[in-house]
């Protein structure tokens, strides 16, 4: 047997290298490349790995470890897991700080693989820099906080176990049931450790995405319970757009007169003029959606986890007969549900065989829910040019008129993701990247920079509060220097607004939210254009709805990432569409806009009960 002499992580990084997939029809490197911050824990071994292969390995510096993870993660998403990136720290504070982004990754099912640092496997200098003691077990580093956040977690502490660990790591990513953030925490000291691999090991190889059929079963089932409906409803969740399966879905609902309403991951699958596209579903849905859900007999969730802001805190369709197509058994069986599980693409192609010259029974009502539901979203949108402090749904309008049907909003966590799944018109699919499974606030910018490596072609739009820009700005230095061009838009409600609507609806007052209700001597004045341009951003400062607009033309024309602020009000929000969600309200208290907060709370709960 031919062996090879490397260290094991130059052995690592070459194996990395000679995985490929099928992208569009051509062989391409799954991993796009590698982000590191150097430390201690990383610089000497995989650092010099990583430089002898950038030619076939890109690496790039980030200025945060979360942000470049987002980064990360964002970009497997825009490319609906076909690909992925690798993220590596030294040991301590640098790996820890892509815990939060790898609960993200795990929680939206999406591919990252994370390389750690760690301690000395040989407990030589122990302990060494960095390192977490625990006083019962000697075996724990801080890297045992990626456990419960990772689809595959390894230590590797012999510089062998890389030929067993690696496959596995990305059998976990490429396997659609299974896709997730894969941490591998690579021992400090077995980085630089040397071992004759065997040379066959590194040679290329090609994965390809498996298409699991469903069970004939379950698929006749779903058949049967479809052909005897008179009001069906699909919900249309991620899983669509991974299995790469919109196409199919629309010819589906075009044949069969199945109307098609929209998850958070799911928005975009159709465009949203489309005929049989209702919107968005659930707690901030549109009110096309949630009356079709309402009077639904069957429903079939595809590629959804279901989660609370989809069901409604399971409220809003609790007594229908529900299907879920999922290749994840876990998530088809949620709710009671009757399960199909297989690969998105296949199950609705079967579908569309299965049910030739079926056509559902016409709904008379759906043509004037879906005017009534665009009518409302032209008012919520609208606003006068020479308006100040605008609603964000009058900024979503705004940024919507002044970029095309192929640009991409970017946004992840307040109240500005519920504004955008409700009132953003998405033309294609890929032009909606929220990330509302963690909901992460600081993901905006560093998202949209793994979207625009995604897709360089496309105009990239960054939505992002003041709030969460303040968590997590660094990664604007990092397109900058990078080339990669964000046109970023700040909405500065000076605060946190959307936790202060949801804290005075339940009852309490404005309290540590906005600046101004927080504890402080003087409120800060945070230029947010100034800040940009200091990260090497193009910036200005706007006040009117006109004055965005025009900022916008300019920032399209720029050569480089370009910040646009603008105040705006932090009490509106669009009442049209939207459902109940359950957000316990204290049983006791001395204020009594809290107990009757509690009675209307108790009243919900009661007649959720009732219903189901």
Known sequence: MTTIRLTAAQAAVRWL??????????????????????????????????????????????????????AA?????????????????????GATNMVTAAALAHVNRLPVLFLPGDVYASRRPDPVLQQIEDFGDGTVSANDCFRPV????????????????????????????????????????????????????????LWR?????????????????LKGAKRPLIIAGGGVLYSRAETALAALAEAAGIPVAETQAGKGVLPWNHPASLGSIGVTGSSAANAAAEAADVIVAVGTRLQDFTTGSRSLFPDRRLFQVNIQPFDAHKHSAEAVVGDARTVISALSEALAGWRA????????????????????????????????????????????????????????????????????PGGYHVEYGFSCMGYEIAGGLGVR???????????????????????????????????????????????????????????NNLLADSAHETLPAIDFAAHARSLGALSEQVATLGELEA????????????????????????????????????????????????KDYEDRIRMKRDLS
């Open 209 to 225: 995405q498996r298409r699991q059929p469903a069970d004939s079963g379950e698929l006749a089932a779903l058949v049967e319970a």
């Open 453 to 511: 490596m995604a897709e360089p072609d496309r105009d990239v739009v960054v939505m992002v509060g003041d709030g969460s820009y303040l968590m997590l700005n660094s990664e604007l230095a990092t397109s900058v220097m990078m080339g990669r061009k964000l046109i970023v838009v700040v909405l500065d409600n000076r605060g946190f607004g959307c936790i202060n609507r949801l804290q005075q609806a339940t009852g309490s007052p404005g309290f």
């Open 73 to 93: 993660i964002a970009y497997a998403k825009q490319m609906r897991r076909q690909r992925a990136m690798i993220c590596t720290t030294s040991i301590g504070p």
């Open 361 to 428: 029974p016409n709904d008379p009502g759906q043509a004037a829910a879906l005017a009534t539901w665009s009518a409302a979203v032209e008012a919520a949108t609208a606003g006068d040019p020479a308006q100040t402090l605008p609603s964000d749904a009058q900024v979503i309008g705004a940024v919507q008129r002044a970029m095309d049907d192929d640009a991409v909003v970017v946004c992840a966590a307040g109240g500005l993701p519920g504004e955008l799944h409700k009132l953003w018109r998405t033309a294609r």
């Open 551 to 598: 900022a916008l033309g300019r920032a399209r024309a720029a050569d480089r990432t370009y910040v646009v602020a603008i105040d705006t009000d932090p009490l509106k929000t669009t009442e049209a569409g939207g459902w109940w969600w359950d957000v316990a309200v204290p049983e006791v208290s001395d204020r009594p806009q809290v107990n009757a907060a509690r």
């Open 17 to 70: 290298a000679a995985q490929d997939v099928v992208v569009d029809g051509q062989p391409v490197p799954y991993f796009a490349g590698c982000w590191a911050i150097f430390g201690h824990g990383n610089v000497a071994g995989l650092g010099e790995a990583l430089n002898a292969h950038r030619d076939v390995l890109p690496t790039w510096r980030a200025h945060n470890e979360q942000g470049m993870a987002h």
């Open 150 to 205: 990772s689809r595959y977690f390894d230590r590797i502490t012999r510089p062998e176990q890389i030929l067993d660990a690696l496959p596995r790591a990305l059998a976990t990513m490429m396997d659609p049931a299974t896709c997730g953030p894969v941490t591998l925490a690579f021992c400090q000291d077995v980085q630089a450790e040397a071992f004759d691999y065997p040379a066959a090991f590194f040679d290329r190889r």
